[in-house]
T-cell receptor
């Protein structure tokens, strides 16, 4: 079974600075998808960014980018020019590309604080 | 397009009571799932459905029942509530297709239900 690990329960960053959140995963599969979700205090789960494992190019979405290292099974999220609104729980998630009914596996989350 | 909706937002139950958490989506997604979120444990899958009439168990199914009579609705039933079921519950939907990419593989979440069992 796949597992997702986020080794940083809490992180903090100064406003306008850059922060990197770590995620590692364990799988024997070669084709899969990886996601970062943001959960602000409102509790809503918001998709931040997604990455297909077969793509070597790292995904980017505005101030958010990933460093996908397939061989190392690492999928870190970099937030540039941090804003107060970035404060939230961040979850890394994995989904296989093989089975129609396969599900998402989530990491335990990293709580990000943004300091003014 | 409302996306994924859940009701109620908050609920307090006594041990032994039963109730149903409602979930609906208007995106015509085949795949729907229920998660519970507990501190330090991320989201854990309770049950899921790959289409109307088809459901299966996830990681933590005990104490919960589901059914899927329509594409839109996927209710979660607590049969006899226990304090261990105190949690935040999320419903999610995804449009899957075999070998699909892009939006088809992204999971959309409802706003969640905070359940307390006394």
């Amino acid at each position: 079974a796949q597992t997702v690990t986020q080794s940083q329960p809490e992180m903090s960053v100064q406003e306008a600075e850059t922060v990197t959140l770590s995620c590692t995963y364990d799988t024997s599969e070669s084709d899969y998808y990886l996601f970062w979700y943001k959960q602000p205090p409102s509790r809503q789960m918001i998709l931040v960014i997604r990455q297909e494992a077969y793509k070597q190019q790292n995904a980017t979405e505005n101030r958010f980018s990933v460093n996908f290292q397939k061989a190392a099974k690492s999928f870190s999220l970099k937030i540039s020019d941090s804003q107060l609104g970035d404060a939230a729980m961040y979850f890394c998630a994995y989904r296989t590309a093989l089975n129609y009914g396969q599900n998402f596996v989530f990491g335990p989350g990293t709580r990000l604080s943004v300091l003014p | 397009n409302a996306g994924v909706t859940q009701t109620p937002k908050f609920q307090v139950l006594k041990t032994g009571q039963s109730m149903t958490l409602q979930c609906a989506q208007d995106m015509n997604h085949e795949y729907m799932s229920w998660y519970r979120q507990d501190p330090g444990m991320g989201l854990r899958l309770i049950h899921y459905s790959v289409g109307a009439g088809i459901t299966d168990q996830g990681e933590v199914p005990n104490g919960y029942n589901v059914s899927r009579s329509t594409t839109e609705d996927f209710p979660l039933r607590l049969l006899s509530a226990a304090p261990s079921q105190t949690s935040v519950y999320f419903c999610a939907s995804t449009k899957y297709s075999l070998g699909g990419t892009g939006e088809q593989d992204t999971q959309y979440f409802g706003p969640g239900t905070r359940l307390t069992v006394l």
